[in-house]
């Protein structure tokens, strides 16, 4: 699907995979067909950016953790949405 519009969530403990669901129906209803987002891998505690990981392999749980990010895409997947992981080394979108 070719994206018709795209919006970036700037992920964080204040503003979680839970807060992000809560706005999928908001964003579909104003066209946009694509998420992506800052690093949602586990970061330094208290990050507000997660470009400082301290592990790769999991999702950071101040986002609400797997399940939570596992939620977020089952709601845009049931809008015909998707999300787009930002990587920071080499730049760029990775589908999820």
């Given at each position: ?39 949602i891998t ?46 920071a080394q ?7």
């Open positions: 699907m070719t994206p018709r519009a795209t919006y970036r969530f700037q992920f964080h403990k204040d503003f979680t995979f839970a807060d992000a669901e809560a706005l999928v129906p908001y964003l579909d209803d104003l066209g946009i067909s694509h998420l992506y987002a800052s690093p586990t970061a330094r505690s208290g990050s507000t950016h997660g470009y400082d990981v301290v592990d790769p392999t999991r999702i950071n749980p101040e986002l609400g953790g797997e399940e939570a990010f596992r939620n977020l895409v089952a709601a845009l997947r049931a809008r015909y949405g998707r999300y787009y992981r930002h990587r080499p730049h760029g979108r990775c589908r999820w």
